[in-house]
C-alpha cells in the first residue's frame, strides 16, 4: 500500500456493467475520511466491505452501535439501512470493495459474517486484505479486460475471508438461503415460484420466508423480483428486444404483469425507461 496522505482523501471508482454474474464489481476505492464524516441512514442495493487501516468510528446496522478501528472490517447487505461516522478526533481511513452476484451471499456467510455479525475485529489478514483491496482498485476500468481483472482480484480478497472462518453448520438458515439464492439466479428466467424454490432448499415456504427475512431483510419473491428486474434493466439497456421478449426471458409469462411489477417498482412504464437511457438522437 502506499504512504497514506495525512491530509483528508477520497480515491473510488465504480462501474456501469452490473451484469448479475457470480460475482461482479459494483465500485472500490479508500478514503481518508474528515472528523464526523457520515455515510446514511441509508441502503446500498449491493454489499459493501470496508477494512479500516487507521483511526476510529462507529457502525450501525439493525439498531446496533459497533465501535470500530484500524483492523476491524464491516459489511452492509443490500437493502439493509445503516449508518458509519468518522470519529471526531480520530477519523478513520479506509478502503472498500461493493460488490454482487450469486457468489456473493455464499462467500460472506462462510466467512461468518451476516447482518447479526456484521463485523470482525482484528482481522488477522487485514494487511493482506489492504493490499488485495488496493490491487482491486488498481485494476479499476471499463473495458472487458479490466472487469474480468477486477473480478479476479475481488475473489482473492474475499478469499482472505475464508482461511481462518468456522466451517458454517449444515443446519444452518445461512445455509438454506445461499441455497435459495444460487437456485434463483439459475432459474429466474423460468416461471419458478416461492415453493419450488423452498423444495429446492429443502425447507418450508415459511421457513424460507422467516430466513430470508432474518438474513437478507426481504421475502424470497422480493428477491426474486427485484433479480429479475434487474436482469429486465439490462436487456431494455443492452438490447433492442420487444417488451414481451424481455418479459418472457427474465421469467414472467405475461407481458402486461412485468409491465405492472417494473411500474410499481421504477415508477415509470419498461418502454419509458428504455426510452430514457438513449441518446436523445436515437430515441424513438
Not at 71 to 94: C, H, K, M, N
Amino acid at each position: 500500500m502506499p504512504e497514506n496522505k495525512k491530509n483528508p482523501f477520497k480515491d473510488s471508482f465504480k462501474t456501469t456493467d452490473k451484469t448479475g454474474a457470480a460475482l461482479s464489481v459494483y465500485n472500490t476505492g479508500r478514503q481518508k475520511c474528515t472528523p464526523l464524516y457520515q455515510w446514511g441512514p441509508g441502503v446500498r442495493d449491493h454489499y459493501l466491505l470496508h477494512y479500516i487501516t487507521s483511526g476510529r468510528g462507529c457502525y450501525e446496522i439493525d439498531h446496533r452501535h459497533y465501535e470500530l478501528g484500524a483492523g476491524d472490517l464491516f459489511v452492509s447487505f443490500p437493502s439493509v439501512p445503516i449508518t458509519y461516522r468518522a470519529d471526531a478526533q480520530d477519523p478513520w481511513e479506509y478502503c472498500w470493495a461493493g460488490f454482487n452476484g450469486s457468489d456473493a451471499l455464499t462467500i460472506l456467510s462462510a466467512a461468518g459474517l451476516s447482518r447479526q455479525s456484521p463485523v470482525i475485529c482484528h482481522f488477522a489478514r487485514g494487511e493482506a486484505l489492504a493490499q488485495r483491496l488496493h490491487d482491486l482498485y488498481e485494476s479499476r476500468g471499463a473495458g472487458l479486460v479490466h472487469t474480468i481483472e477486477m473480478t479476479g482480484r475481488l475473489y482473492t480478497a474475499l478469499s482472505l475471508l475464508l482461511k481462518d472462518a468456522p466451517p458454517v453448520g449444515a443446519g444452518s438458515g445461512e445455509l438454506y438461503v445461499r441455497q435459495a439464492v444460487d437456485y434463483m439466479h439459475g432459474h429466474y428466467m423460468y416461471p419458478i415460484t416461492v415453493q419450488d424454490i423452498a423444495v429446492y432448499a429443502g425447507i418450508s415456504r415459511s421457513q424460507l420466508y422467516r430466513s430470508f427475512i432474518r438474513y437478507l431483510g426481504k421475502s424470497p419473491k422480493e428477491y426474486l423480483t427485484q433479480l429479475r428486474l434487474s436482469q429486465a434493466f439490462r436487456l431494455l439497456r443492452d438490447t433492442r428486444l420487444p417488451i414481451t421478449a424481455i418479459a418472457i426471458s427474465v421469467g414472467f409469462d405475461n407481458s402486461l404483469y412485468f409491465s405492472r411489477v417494473f411500474q410499481k417498482a421504477c415508477g415509470i412504464s419498461p418502454g419509458a425507461w428504455r426510452s430514457a437511457q438513449l441518446p436523445p438522437q436515437k430515441r424513438p
